[in-house]
């Protein structure tokens, strides 16, 4: 077994060189999915030492999971097995870039932040704000088709992909788009790809069509008294000529932590009282944030139309011209959660535009719900359930309360998945839900792709 070991790792420094491998608890304990740590760590520098190292993992039948900053790691099933954690790191390069096409050529390691920096100098921007925010990998970002409210404007990660450059757990190279924008050759491969967590192919060259930054911004903020006005503000708001870069409707919980005010989840009395009849909650304050963009004529604009909406509907009205730290935190808010509290269960829950404010009406009535964020603009919500009250029964009654609340959105036309949750109550929570109309196609593409199953077994939905 040593021998064997001792094999496997001259193979891969053959591929990669001794100084870019590292073993041993220390090294290896960081990369660790759910508890499960892998046996050794690899950092390739280059799209073909990524498809040697996995064309050598295939081989030797070693489980591969993709790696960078670890934001979303905790995100989906634990792997069936993890022998080789391929960090991404050094993978962090721009290759093509031409701003007056709108286009860039990048790999998969670069930070977000990092290329927001890099794009700036040109009054560009890529509109994304996933979760892990500027600490995030473009890499992780597509993997997990991470997005957070500018994605009711600019849409998702899938939306700002022109073509990629794929190694495939075979160890082949393959593409699919291009770098002209009007290129659309295997745009469907890639949306399948986007979102995969890690299961299809390790994405090594990415090409993103990108925006223009807005030359200002300011935030306006409404107070609301219940989930009704909530819903009219957002549809009159969606209805104007009006078109807002980003909006959110947070609950007095999520509003502290994102504003920086409290990391703790008070109860609501320990019991939220709800009137069946309409979306009234009584001794709840909602906040709705919105950020324009544009000009000073343009912000001007905005003031103006949304003083006006606000008057109409007779609420309070903040404006707040440097809200960007609020924004990066609504963005992040699940790490904002699962950093203050260990035990909390964190869920999204995508759904048709207009059924967000009834989801949350009748979700609600679930006295775990500690805090909540929902987009406006998406009808994306994330829920944070917390049992304080529920001692050693929270896993059972946790379990309960999801798949109830799985229950509610499919019911509404929506979906579920579990954000966050601790690793070993796992096996009591459904964590992906049903599969959904691809996850046959998703099995084609890998048993084609990844004929051993070696990249991230079991991870995703359905057991790929």
Same mark, same amino acid.
């Given at each position: 077994?040593?021998?064997?070991?001792?094999?496997?790792?001259?193979?891969?420094?053959?591929?990669?060189?001794?100084?870019?491998?590292?073993?041993?608890?220390?090294?290896?304990?960081?990369?660790?999915?759910?508890?499960?740590?892998?046996?050794?760590?690899?950092?390739?520098?280059?799209?073909?030492?990524?498809?040697?190292?996995?064309?050598?993992?295939?081989?030797?039948?070693?489980?591969? !999971?993709? @790696?960078?900053?670890?934001? /979303? +790691?905790?995100?989906?099933? =634990?792997? %069936? $097995?993890?022998?080789?954690?391929?960090?991404?790191?050094?993978?962090?390069?721009?290759?093509?870039?031409?701003?007056?096409?709108?286009?860039?050529?990048?790999?998969?390691?670069?930070?977000?932040?990092?290329?927001?920096?890099?794009?700036?100098?040109?009054?560009?921007?890529?509109?994304?704000?996933?979760?892990?925010?500027?600490?995030?990998?473009?890499?992780?970002?597509?993997?997990?088709?991470?997005?957070?409210?500018?994605?009711?404007?600019?849409?998702?990660?899938?939306?700002?992909?022109?073509?990629?450059?794929?190694?495939?757990?075979?160890?082949?190279?393959?593409?699919?788009?291009?770098?002209?924008?009007?290129?659309?050759?295997?745009?469907?491969?890639?949306?399948?790809?986007?979102?995969?967590?890690?299961?299809?192919? !390790?994405? @090594?060259?990415?090409?993103? /069509? +990108?925006?223009?930054?807005? =030359?200002? %911004? $300011?935030?306006?903020?409404?107070?609301?008294?219940?989930?009704?006005?909530?819903?009219?503000?957002?549809?009159?708001?969606?209805?104007?000529?009006?078109?807002?870069?980003?909006?959110?409707?947070?609950?007095?919980?999520?509003?502290?932590?994102?504003?920086?005010?409290?990391?703790?989840?008070?109860?609501?009395?320990?019991?939220?009282?709800?009137?069946?009849?309409?979306?009234?909650?009584?001794?709840?304050?909602?906040?709705?944030?919105?950020?324009?963009?544009?000009?000073?004529?343009?912000?001007?604009?905005?003031?103006?139309?949304?003083?006006?909406?606000?008057?109409?509907?007779?609420?309070?009205?903040?404006?707040?011209?440097?809200?960007?730290?609020?924004?990066?935190?609504?963005?992040?808010?699940?790490?904002?959660?699962?950093?203050?509290?260990?035990?909390?269960?964190? +869920?999204?829950?995508?759904?048709?535009?207009?059924?967000?404010?009834?989801?949350?009406?009748?979700?609600?009535?679930?006295?775990?719900?500690?805090?909540?964020?929902?987009?406006?603009?998406?009808?994306?919500?994330?829920?944070?359930?917390?049992?304080?009250?529920?001692?050693?029964?929270?896993?059972?009654?946790?379990?309960?309360?999801?798949?109830?609340?799985?229950?509610?959105?499919?019911?509404?036309?929506?979906?579920?998945?579990?954000?966050?949750?601790?690793?070993?109550?796992?096996?009591?929570?459904?964590?992906?839900?049903?599969?959904?109309?691809?996850?046959?196609?998703?099995?084609?593409?890998?048993?084609?792709?990844?004929?051993?199953?070696?990249?991230?077994?079991?991870?995703?939905?359905?057991?790929?």
């Amino acid at each position: 077994m040593i021998a064997a070991v001792e094999t496997i790792q001259a193979e891969l420094a053959a591929i990669v060189g001794d100084s870019a491998m590292s073993a041993g608890p220390d090294a290896c304990r960081p990369f660790a999915v759910d508890g499960v740590e892998p046996r050794l760590v690899v950092y390739p520098s280059s799209a073909e030492q990524v498809a040697a190292l996995l064309r050598c993992a295939s081989e030797r039948d070693l489980a591969v !999971v993709p @790696v960078r900053n670890g934001t /979303k +790691l905790g995100v989906g099933n =634990a792997p %069936r $097995r993890y022998d080789l954690a391929l960090s991404l790191k050094s993978l962090n390069r721009i290759w093509h870039y031409e701003p007056a096409d709108l286009t860039v050529v990048v790999e998969p390691g670069m930070k977000l932040g990092d290329f927001q920096h890099f794009l700036a100098r040109d009054g560009l921007w890529l509109p994304l704000d996933p979760r892990g925010g500027a600490r995030a990998s473009l890499g992780g970002i597509l993997a997990a088709n991470a997005a957070g409210p500018l994605r009711g404007r600019f849409g998702g990660p899938r939306d700002m992909v022109l073509g990629m450059k794929i190694a495939t757990g075979d160890g082949k190279i393959i593409k699919t788009g291009g770098r002209v924008v009007k290129n659309v050759a295997g745009y469907d491969m890639a949306k399948l790809l986007i979102g995969s967590w890690g299961t299809l192919g !390790v994405i @090594v060259e990415v090409c993103f /069509k +990108l925006f223009t930054r807005p =030359a200002a %911004r $300011r935030t306006f903020v409404f107070h609301l008294g219940g989930l009704e006005a909530a819903r009219d503000l957002r549809r009159q708001i969606l209805k104007s000529p009006l078109g807002p870069l980003r909006m959110a409707l947070v609950d007095g919980n999520a509003a502290e932590i994102v504003e920086g005010a409290g990391t703790k989840f008070e109860t609501r009395n320990s019991k939220i009282e709800t009137r069946s009849s309409n979306f009234e909650l009584r001794g709840s304050n909602f906040e709705f944030w919105l950020e324009a963009g544009g000009s000073q004529n343009v912000l001007a604009r905005f003031a103006r139309e949304l003083e006006e909406l606000a008057r109409g509907a007779s609420v309070q009205m903040d404006k707040r011209d440097d809200a960007t730290l609020v924004w990066d935190r609504i963005a992040d808010f699940v790490t904002l959660v699962t950093e203050n509290s260990k035990e909390a269960i964190v +869920l999204r829950v995508p759904l048709p535009l207009d059924s967000s404010e009834e989801f949350l009406r009748m979700a609600l009535d679930e006295t775990q719900i500690r805090a909540f964020v929902s987009q406006p603009g998406s009808g994306v919500v994330t829920l944070v359930l917390s049992g304080e009250a529920s001692g050693g029964n929270w896993p059972t009654s946790a379990a309960s309360s999801v798949a109830k609340l799985r229950d509610l959105a499919e019911k509404l036309g929506g979906t579920m998945a579990v954000e966050h949750c601790p690793a070993e109550w796992k096996p009591l929570i459904d964590v992906w839900g049903r599969p959904g109309n691809d996850v046959e196609i998703m099995r084609q593409v890998k048993a084609v792709w990844d004929t051993k199953g070696v990249l991230s077994p079991g991870r995703f939905v359905g057991g790929i």
